[in-house]
């Protein structure tokens, strides 16, 4: 089965530095990818990790374990425009055919000023 | 590129009657997702496409739903008889041809919140 644990709700002020953390359990994983939805959006993607280490994409940074089943995405310099809800979606293997996206159930960061 | 399009953007109708919700990829892509996303349960996959072929559609709940992706650049997703509990923002989602090892990003379109009385 599939099992992606993400905090709910998570609140940080203008300019400060925020960590959202996800572990996830799958039977069969390749790789994670992080997506942001803002209240009556779509999602839209942020970044996706398939190997262990730290990504960095300007403001916003991921990171991936996978012996420990972890991520984390780190922004940086937080904006109004950063309050969304933040999904953490893992990839299943699914060997020669593109894999299967589990989504967690996202983190609602609110920025304040 | 406009982007995936998704119509109606909003559909009130009445427990029994039949939804039909509609989709357009992006030109060029050649898989197809339709996601439901609810408080409850977050965002599911409901079926995806590949070449007009459905792979995976373990996530359809019953057999009231059906999909079909008649062509490469429209997919409906439609339900029969329609209840309460399909109350939900319905999501199309497309990508591009798959390189191989590597993660696909899903490009989506904007939804269609679906509301039955």
């Known amino acids: 089965g599939q099992n992606i644990d993400q905090p709910t709700e998570m609140t940080a002020t203008e300019g400060a530095i925020v960590q959202i953390n996800c572990t996830y359990q799958t039977s069969g994983f390749n790789g994670l990818f992080w997506y942001q939805q803002h209240a009556g959006e779509a999602p839209t993607f942020l970044s996706y990790n398939v190997l262990d280490g730290l990504e960095e994409k300007g403001r916003f940074s991921s990171f991936l374990s996978r012996s420990k089943g972890y991520s984390y995405l780190l922004l940086k310099e937080l904006q109004m425009k950063d309050s969304a809800s933040y999904l953490c979606v893992a990839e299943s293997d699914r060997g020669s055919t593109l894999g299967r996206l589990y989504f967690g159930r996202g983190t609602q960061l609110t920025v304040w000023p | 590129d406009a982007g995936v399009i998704q119509s109606p953007r909003h559909e009130v109708t009445e427990m029994g009657q039949e939804v039909t919700l509609r989709c357009k990829p992006i030109s060029g892509h050649d898989y197809l997702f339709w996601y439901r996303q609810t408080m409850m349960r977050g965002l599911e996959l409901l079926i995806y496409?590949?070449?007009?072929?459905?792979?995976?559609d373990s996530g359809m709940p019953e057999d009231r739903f059906s999909a079909k992706m008649p062509n490469a650049s429209f997919s409906t997703l439609k339900i029969q008889p329609s209840e309460p509990r399909d109350s939900a923002v319905y999501f199309c989602?497309?990508?591009?041809?798959?390189?191989?090892?590597?993660?696909?990003?899903?490009?989506f379109g904007p939804g269609t919140r679906l509301t039955v009385l």
């Open positions: 496409f590949n070449n007009n072929v459905p792979i995976d």
């Open positions: 989602a497309s990508s591009p041809p798959w390189a191989g090892g590597l993660g696909n990003e899903q490009f």
